[in-house]
């Protein structure tokens, strides 16, 4: 049964190689990585791997392989290997690759490097990877391949299958697209269709029109929202005056879609999604560093608030063990209203156009669990300390942090987006210290006021 | 221009919707819904409405276009749909969706709802409906689709061309499957091949075998990562004995792919990558009670080991002020981590086969991380209350939370998974509770140890 997929082959795979390399038997690493695995699967060993390892492992794989295994990599890993090589080995490895495929690569590389490259390549190549170089990297222009197979509405099915039996053919072509005599886009025909209608029948009177065509410019987030709803393998890119320019496969968009979900994950902790899991740790540590420098910043201002009220805290002493517990009911609530903002406007569901609906609901949702959690605190509080005062007024601060956390959770991502700043980095730091900062001052507020 | 995928096409349309309902004017909406909107377009709307006006705008759906929409809709709308149309009325807007997709929805509804729109199908389709809800939802016989097109290894391109010709076939189709006698899976032939090939080529010559089948049992989660690592459009799904029993496509794999990476950030939130937007606050309120009420608990036990040390606090009022500080650090570093182990566990790069290096490396990170901040928050401590011996403490507090964050969030992942439990829902609460309680055990311990 080696047609099939195991469950937890590539993890076998894996502790093979490692159990290889420490017993230092090359050959054995090497046979595996050349014969058991596919490109792909070699590009998520190696992306599994601590630098030192994964070299090692890069100079096993066979020569005619490393191209396709270098477009399976994340940006960060292809970049150090590309680094390393020559421009004329670069030109020499890549040599099957697709030219999106190629295009992406070279977009990464420092000016003068991918110039060398483009240099040493074939002139009919170079001049369609320099037409999708001139895309941004995340529009739809970035993601197309210029590589396609055209067909015109005015001739016969029968021309066409013989048009086709002298071309190229991409792998896992499913439609064709048809396009005029000024090569403006029409529509599409399914490679099903073209099997099954007469002989005779004309192109533009059997395609089928309800696929789009995708404007070049349109930013990559959009182009997957458009595949994914409407259930798209492929679609046709025209410029500004409708012309066909390119094809998007879906195979790069689910790229985009893991990658745009995966941004907002790791961005709401501070991390970076392309960042490579075994990086130096040095470089890693930076990284990190940065983020953990801004949230000592805002915890220090969370802390200067509190030690306004130092002198309260001398004399109550509850209030430095329950203040602690404000500001993270707040965060908590504030943390899951900005969760499902940020989901939400990465699906299109919320947009300007719904936003009165979603501050209303979220602002329900709020007073309710407000309400509910703020008698719950109280009863604790009074169980504890035995104090009614204190209950109040940790329930009225904890009422009114949930209110504002839960507000600015709604509304953060919407003004940080209109100044283009990412609300799925930022808007994790300043709603936390939000959060702090109206927690402590209303809690150890009113205390003053009500307590002292 | 119609031709193009405006930016902003469906936010208008919403826009321009909403407005009609304001005013009213229902024909307005419903020229939009039934003229502008293809059907998944409609269903993306619905989801961004709240459940009053989603109603009426389903209202103004299409009927012929109702079960579409419907397949587009997201569980929890879908089931709202389901629970008010009598069981004639589901097979009848269901008639013209695929099976797969039909499966789906009728492994939400309840047994006997269920059973009694089964009895009322035509019973060819009914016993392919009845073989897909054999499968669990989340394995790849769940996601497959067993309406196929298979073809013979023995046979000529001739004679596949001629079969295939009175064939009703699925939209989208790239590649075909070969099979033998028995139907075991052998390999696959690509359109493109078909209409290259000369009409006497025997496919089982010709056929490509690079891609696996994927055995039914195999997890939802695995046969994305399958399909994102090769770059496939469908795969062959075969049972226990290699025999082909379905195909899954690329649409149905990327919804996997959305769920999947959504459900971790939405889960380190305590949210549901099911639930709906718009559902009605109280159902939502409940949801998110949960995950605010056991935060509550973890916070009251921070507090509760804060309070052990009142007398401390009260005679070093700093100490309040700076023990959420060493909390929250301890409390970031950890869920950088844990976030990054989470997704890697996702995308399959982290393993038991490298666990050590991951530990190795996050350690490694943690001791620079910690002793860098350690420093700094010291020399801040130094500068505001001017007091070395302080400053030491927090120092040590620090490096001693961080470090304990960082492993614990590197292995709780692995300690929760053995155990069956959702890393991303539980592990954010654990790791908290640790790095708060850990916070204040050793920075108060340590206080009073050596200022007191």
Request: aromatic share 4%; charged share 20%; with cysteine.
């Amino acid at each position: 049964m080696a047609n099939l997929q195991e469950q937890n082959h590539l993890d076998t795979l894996q502790e093979r190689i490692i159990l290889a390399l420490e017993s230092s038997n090359i050959s054995d690493a090497a046979n595996i990585i050349q014969q058991d695995l596919s490109p792909p699967e070699a590009a998520h060993i190696l992306e599994s791997c601590p630098q030192k390892v994964r070299h090692l492992l890069w100079g096993l794989v066979n020569e005619e392989d490393q191209g396709e295994v270098l477009t399976h990599l994340n940006e960060d890993i292809q970049q150090q290997f590309l680094e390393e090589m020559s421009a004329e080995e670069i030109v020499e490895t890549t040599q099957e690759i697709d030219n999106d495929d190629l295009a992406d690569i070279l977009q990464q590389m420092p000016t003068e490097a991918s110039h060398r490259v483009l240099q040493l390549m074939p002139s009919e190549e170079r001049s369609q990877v320099e037409g999708l170089l001139a895309f941004p990297e995340d529009t739809a222009g970035g993601l197309m391949t210029n590589r396609m197979v055209n067909i015109r509405g005015d001739v016969t099915i029968e021309a066409v299958l013989r048009y086709l039996r002298k071309k190229k053919l991409p792998k896992s072509l499913d439609v064709l697209w048809v396009v005029d005599r000024t090569q403006h886009y029409q529509g599409s025909l399914a490679l099903t269709e073209l099997l099954q209608s007469p002989p005779e029948a004309i192109i533009s009177e059997i395609m089928d029109t309800s696929i789009k065509a995708i404007e070049c410019t349109l930013h990559e987030d959009k182009v997957a929202q458009i595949f994914e709803r409407d259930d798209l393998v492929s679609a046709p890119v025209v410029d500004a005056d409708n012309i066909l320019i390119g094809r998007i496969t879906i195979d790069d968009v689910v790229d985009v879609i893991r990658d745009s979900a995966d941004h907002n994950m790791m961005r709401l902790a501070g991390l970076d999604e392309e960042s490579d899991t075994f990086a130096p740790i040095l470089k890693s540590s930076q990284q990190r560093a940065v983020w953990l420098g801004i949230n000592m910043a805002t915890a220090f201002v969370a802390a200067a608030v509190m030690s306004r009220f130092e002198a309260s805290i001398a004399q109550i002493v509850a209030l430095a063990v329950l203040s602690p517990v404000v500001a993270s009911m707040g965060g908590i609530a504030g943390s899951q209203t900005l969760t499902l903002m940020i989901r939400g406007m990465a699906t299109g569901h919320i947009s300007r156009a719904n936003l009165s609906w979603i501050v209303l609901r979220e602002m329900g949702v709020a007073v309710i669990n407000g309400a509910l959690w703020a008698s719950v605190i109280a009863g604790i509080t009074v169980a504890w300390y035995g104090q009614w005062s204190l209950a109040l007024v940790i329930a009225a601060a904890i009422l009114v942090n949930i209110c504002i956390a839960v507000l600015s959770g709604t509304l953060l991502p919407f003004i940080l987006k209109s100044a283009r700043i990412d609300p799925a980095l930022s808007g994790s730091v300043i709603l936390t210290t939000l959060t702090d900062v109206f927690g402590f001052l209303t809690f150890l507020g009113l205390a003053t006021v009500y307590l002292l």
